[in-house]
């Protein structure tokens, strides 16, 4: 026995896990699908069309694709590592939801700032409510195998139970 506590035992992910895990599914799998576009494009095309590009945006998406695994592995076996990169990987999401109107072409004509600003202003609070049903409630810290929190200090230790 290694001493990991049974299956049992263990309490039920979070709905906020069990979220950020389909999310790292749904991200993995497009970056799956954007490395066999290029592999199609490689074996397809002949000559290549800007090698360099297609080898950056190969190698882009194989460590996105090995970041967002390892994550998840990190998250089924409720590492203490993956509640802090699960953070990160929730903070740059937000932000890329919020950059979503700057991003795309023409949605800065159709829609107005008021609309840009609400939606700003949900994706934020979503966002954080977010982060913190991942990693401060106590339903996440029991998931994590991290002591309650007693004290304002106590919310960034991780220290174990």
Do not use: K
Not at 10 to 29: C, D, S, T
Not at 134 to 156: C, E, K, M, N, V
């Amino acid at each position: 026995m290694t001493g990991a506590a049974p299956e049992s035992s263990r309490p039920a992910r979070p709905p906020a896990v069990l979220l950020l895990m389909a999310v790292l599914g749904a991200f993995a799998l497009v970056s799956l699908a954007s490395l066999a576009t290029i592999a199609f494009v490689v074996a397809r095309e002949r000559p290549l069309p800007a090698v360099h590009g297609l080898a950056a945006g190969a190698l882009l998406n194989l460590a996105l694709l090995v970041g967002y695994v390892l994550l998840l592995a990190g998250l089924v076996r409720a590492r203490r590592w993956a509640r802090l990169a699960g953070l990160v990987f929730i903070a740059l999401t937000v932000m890329l939801v919020m950059d979503l109107p700057a991003i795309l072409p023409g949605s800065q004509s159709t829609t107005g700032a008021a609309v840009l600003l609400g939606g700003e202003a949900v994706a934020c609070a979503l966002g954080l409510w977010w982060a913190w049903a991942f990693a401060f409630s106590a339903r996440a810290r029991r998931h994590f195998g991290l002591r309650p929190i007693t004290s304002l200090r106590q919310l960034f230790t991780n220290r174990p139970r």
